[in-house]
Structures are given as structure tokens and as C-alpha cells.
């Protein structure tokens, strides 16, 4: 069946350090890939989405381009600032599936 | 202003106790869910619906079960808590179509003791 992989944390970094969260996937057909962010006490959030190969989803600053020929989703940030502290999760859907999630990262950004 | 709410946010129970977690959204979604996240942040699918009186199991065995009499609603009950029910759920809701977000609430954090 379909699944994600994303690198698993907790990743630490300091205030202004470039960030990657690696994210790869498994679908049949031609899955649309989302990043969701879980702030502490709260619910998901979609943070960027891309529904085909080669599109690149960016809010916030973040960034990931959906790579159909390494199967990957990988998320960027240029410069994280401690507000950016939260859990990541990488996601796909196939069809008429429910959305399958990676196991989330947890990134700490310290000042 | 759309929505997805949950209630209660926080439950502290004792074991043995019939439960029943409250989810609602205002978007008029066809498609609902109820997640398990461990300690550990991993999300687990327990139930989901794509539609009035229609309902599925998710990847996660559960002793919950859920109903969906009106769209905008999506209770999860559990008919004897356990401590291994202690957990946070939450609820999500999405359009029809593949591409569509899902929304999610801010979650019930249940504690059985």
C-alpha cells in the first residue's frame, strides 16, 4: 500500500539555520503530497500542498517541490526562527483513500 | 467563520466508563476522520466517512465506534474506557476529491485512569 517515510527527529537547530525534513514516498497512481504543521496543544494545519510532479508548494517561507523521479517531498526553509518550533508531517493521497502520514518531526528551534 | 470543533478538550475518566468524544464542523464536508496520535506524535486512523450513514474502519483496531447521522457531526464513543484508551484524538473534515486539505481540531486529550 501507499506510505511515507520522513526522517525522523527531533531535529534542534538554531535561530536563522537552514532546515530540511527529508520526505519520500510509496503511492500507486499519482499521489498529491502535503506538509502539515502541528503547533503545540493544537491540531494539524496544512502548511504547502503539490498535486503533480514537478510543482513546488511554498507558504511561510517553506518550500518543497514534488519530485516524481525520487519519489520525494522534501521540506526547506531558508532561515527557521523559534516560532517555527512545532511537529511536521509529511502526507499523500491516492484516489479516494484517506490521507496517509509520515511519522512527523519535531523541530526546536532555539534562539 | 468555518470551522472544525471538538469537545471536550480535556477528560480525565475512570476505567470502565461510556464515553463519547464530540466533533463538528460548519464547512459542510462530506468527509470526516477521527485520529489517534501516541505519545510518540504518530497519527493513527481509527474511523472515517465520506458521507451521511456511511462509515469505515481505519488502520488502527479500535474499540470505539462512530455514527454519522448529520453531516456537520461525527461522534466517537468508546462504551467502557480503558486505561490504554488514554490518548489524544482528533477530528478532521475535507471536501470530496483527492487534492482537498483536510482540517483539523484542536483535539481531546483523554486520560482514563
Known amino acids: 500500500g501507499d506510505s511515507v517515510t520522513q526522517m525522523e527527529g527531533p531535529v534542534t537547530l538554531s535561530e536563522e539555520a537552514f532546515l530540511t525534513i527529508n520526505c519520500t514516498y510509496t503511492?500507486?497512481?499519482?499521489?498529491?503530497l502535503f506538509w502539515y504543521v502541528q503547533y503545540p496543544g493544537e491540531g494539524l494545519q496544512l502548511l504547502l500542498k503539490?498535486?503533480?510532479?514537478?510543482d513546488k508548494g511554498s507558504n511561510k517561507g517553506f518550500e518543497a517541490t514534488y519530485r516524481k523521479e525520487t519519489t520525494s517531498f522534501h521540506l526547506e526553509k531558508g532561515s527557521v526562527q523559534v516560532s517555527d518550533s512545532a511537529v511536521y508531517f509529511c502526507?499523500?493521497?491516492?484516489?479516494?483513500?484517506?490521507?496517509?502520514f509520515g511519522k512527523g518531526t519535531r523541530l526546536s528551534v532555539i534562539a | 467563520e468555518a470551522d472544525i470543533y471538538q469537545t471536550p478538550r480535556y477528560l480525565v475518566i475512570g476505567t470502565g466508563k461510556k464515553i463519547t468524544l464530540e466533533c463538528s464542523q460548519t464547512?459542510?464536508?462530506?468527509?470526516m476522520y477521527w485520529y489517534q496520535q501516541d505519545p510518540g506524535m504518530e497519527l493513527h486512523l481509527i474511523h472515517y466517512?465520506?458521507?451521511?450513514?456511511?462509515?469505515e474502519k481505519g488502520d488502527l483496531s479500535s474499540e470505539s465506534t462512530v455514527s454519522r447521522i448529520r453531516t456537520e457531526h461525527f461522534p466517537l464513543t468508546l462504551e467502557s474506557a480503558r486505561p490504554s484508551h488514554t490518548s489524544q484524538y482528533l477530528c478532521?473534515?475535507?471536501?470530496?476529491?483527492?487534492?482537498?486539505?483536510?482540517?483539523f481540531g484542536p483535539g481531546t486529550r483523554l486520560t482514563v485512569t
Open positions: 478532521a473534515s475535507s471536501d470530496l476529491g483527492p487534492a482537498y486539505e483536510q482540517y
Open positions: 503511492a500507486t497512481g499519482y499521489p498529491s
Open positions: 503539490a498535486t503533480k510532479a514537478d
Open positions: 502526507a499523500l493521497i491516492s484516489g479516494n483513500t484517506p490521507l496517509v
Open positions: 464547512m459542510g464536508h462530506d468527509k
Open positions: 466517512s465520506y458521507g451521511v450513514n456511511s462509515t
